[in-house]
């Protein structure tokens, strides 16, 4: 844990210098949806407190992303004890995939941004404006990043699971059916739009990845396996 919010405070600070930059990033998706990219009104921040807040919660917000290797690491140690020494070493190519895997749900999340928020401002009456507290939007912004990431994680779990002799590849793949349902139901709940684009785009992935981590896991218990049988032949 000292890991971990040691990673998150480095990466924080870097958030903090960068702040004018983030801002900017993070105002495209509402900005470019009003066609106003260069002076964006939408976006409004209250009270006097309102900006240091703000730029607190950006800072940590980056802090989480950057630092996603040493938190990621911190969940994978409740499993690593179990393991034998040849398959820590095997697991050391995991802990490696959870970070591009979880940069990578960030990175979707980001982009899915302007169609969920041209999907959710599209209810505004013409006759009204629809002016954007940044605080609330932010924090709208962290559930849909950190929702997109962390569930991109879900093949490098199951794998790590297999490795560590808790899933079988035939366990994993067996309720296929009711895992897709699962799939399905998770972006139904969790994603905050809960517009089915939005929905789609973070179930196909999952789907795939789904798929791909019960096919590596069935490749792994073949090898599991076949060394087993020649050290008994042995």
């Not at 949806?33 to 260069?38: C, L, P």
């Not at 179990?82 to 749900?105: C, D, M, R, V, Y």
């Not at 940044?134 to 779990?157: C, K, N, Q, S, T």
Request: hydrophobic share 55%; glycine share 8%; aromatic share 12%.
């Amino acid at each position: 844990m000292v890991l971990a919010a040691a990673g998150i405070f480095l990466g924080s600070i870097g958030g903090w210098f960068a702040y004018g930059t983030l801002i900017k990033t993070l105002s495209k998706p509402v900005c470019g949806v009003e066609n106003k990219i260069a002076d964006c009104n939408t976006l409004y921040i209250s009270g006097v407190l309102g900006p240091l807040n703000l730029q607190i919660k950006i800072a940590l917000l980056v802090g989480v992303i950057l630092s996603a290797p040493f938190w990621l690491y911190q969940l994978w140690a409740f499993v690593a004890p179990g393991l034998h020494k040849k398959e820590k070493k095997w697991s050391i190519l995991f802990i490696i995939a959870a970070t591009p895997f979880f940069a990578t749900g960030v990175t979707l999340g980001y982009y899915i941004l302007p169609v969920a928020i041209k999907v959710l401002l599209g209810f505004t009456p013409a006759s009204l404006d629809n002016l954007i507290k940044f605080d609330d939007y932010l924090d709208f912004v962290v559930r849909i990043m950190l929702i997109f990431g962390l569930a991109f994680e879900l093949p490098v779990f199951l794998v790590a699971l297999n490795i560590a002799g808790a899933l079988t590849g035939k366990a994993i793949l067996k309720p296929w059916r009711a895992s897709v349902f699962g799939i399905f139901l998770f972006t139904a709940a969790f994603t905050p739009t809960g517009d089915p684009i939005t929905m789609l785009a973070l179930a196909m992935p999952l789907c795939g990845l789904y798929f791909m981590a019960g096919g590596i896991s069935l490749l792994n218990d073949r090898r599991r396996n076949r060394k087993k049988s020649q050290s008994e032949e042995e």
